[in-house]
């Protein structure tokens, strides 16, 4: 079966102790195999869990969503970089999952910034990786994040999607068996941003087998470009009901990661009540207090920011501001260039 090479949507800033660029490449190489007894074991429990007819199997939205969990990863894949006539081979190859992420520190006399990019403010360069051993390449792209400036790391479910994670079984719903809907007016209010100066970095706890429906889903609905930062896991996580514990894991690790390779650079966050983003962000505030600009919840009536658990959060981001918001428009000027804390 031939192998699948994907390359996600990544940065590369500025290095510190140096006039370089470090680029952070990401993607996977999966294979087309036959899935296993216990694959089909996990996809039975899946479909009694959504309680799935034929009808809904045999729509093409469960089949997109569905069918990057039963692919398998390829393991041990060397991947080469390729920019202009330069070629860089990554040190490590595919883990067993066919995930691969590697830093790479590339001079201003190789990295291509397009001339009529180079002084917009979202510059991008467009990459080609392949394998060292087949036929195979992949083109990605690369968002070029000046050392100063402001960044806007957002959540997507329930920030800017339509997941209801809180429900088990709509989230469920809404993850295999239904169009992504975008929360109203989020695009819009983030194109407003993306005018001013922001770069937007979608960090997410939605699983990387997600990644394509996603990124169709941020075009489509008009979001602008930019990295996307997911979460690895497998089929049974949810069917053992691991997926929401899985969910609040590593993404605060993913932000801090970002922030301390940028100490220049200024970030606003965004997500929901319904999880664990207030309580993530609130401890990435009391370590980033001077690069943290603002945090921005959606407050979702089904599970409302109140009582001891915003009175907790509002402690621990001080001096940060936070804002709760129900509808875009109550945010919209809060990045104005009037507000002294905005870009």
Not at 76 to 100: A, D, E, P, V, Y
Not at 180 to 193: D, H, K, Q, T, V
Not at 263 to 268: G, H, I, L, S, T
Not at 310 to 339: G, T, Y
């Amino acid at each position: 079966m031939p192998l699948q090479l994907d390359i996600y949507p990544s940065i590369a800033y500025r290095h510190p102790r140096g006039e370089t660029w470090r680029l952070m490449l990401q993607g996977r190489v999966t294979r087309q195999a036959p899935p296993s007894i216990g694959k089909r074991w996990l996809l039975h429990q899946l479909l009694r869990s959504l309680k799935a007819n034929q009808r809904d199997i045999d729509q093409q939205c469960f089949q997109e969503r569905i069918g990057p969990f039963l692919r398998k990863g390829e393991p041990s894949q060397r991947i080469f970089l390729r920019i202009g006539s330069h070629t860089h081979r990554l040190k490590r190859r595919t883990r067993s999952n066919g995930l691969f992420s590697s830093k790479i520190d590339l001079a201003d006399s190789i990295l291509p910034v397009p001339r009529e990019e180079a002084d917009h403010r979202h510059p991008s360069i467009t990459i080609e990786c392949s394998l060292e051993e087949e036929a195979i390449t992949a083109q990605g792209k690369i968002f070029l994040v000046p050392p100063r400036g402001t960044s806007i790391v957002t959540d997507i479910d329930d920030t800017i999607k339509d997941t209801r994670v809180t429900d088990r079984k709509e989230l469920l719903a809404q993850t295999f068996l239904r169009p992504f809907e975008p929360i109203e007016g989020m695009a819009s209010l983030y194109r407003m941003w993306s005018d001013q100066g922001a770069m937007f970095h979608y960090v997410s706890s939605s699983p990387w087998q997600l990644f394509q429906p996603l990124e169709s889903f941020l075009e489509s609905s008009q979001f602008p470009a930019g990295s996307i930062h997911l979460r690895w896991f497998q089929l049974r996580d949810e069917i053992f009901k691991r997926w929401r514990l899985l969910r609040r894991k590593s993404k605060g690790g993913i932000i801090a990661g970002m922030i301390d390779r940028m100490p220049q650079r200024k970030f606003v966050l965004i997500g929901d009540s319904g999880e664990r983003d207030p309580e993530i962000y609130a401890k990435l505030a009391s370590k980033f207090p001077y690069q943290i600009r603002h945090v921005l919840i959606r407050d979702l009536p089904q599970r409302p920011m109140e009582g001891e658990r915003l009175r907790r959060v509002l402690l621990r981001c001080q001096p940060v501001p936070v804002k709760l918001f129900r509808h875009p428009e109550e945010i919209a000027k809060i990045l104005s260039p009037e507000d002294d804390r905005s870009f």
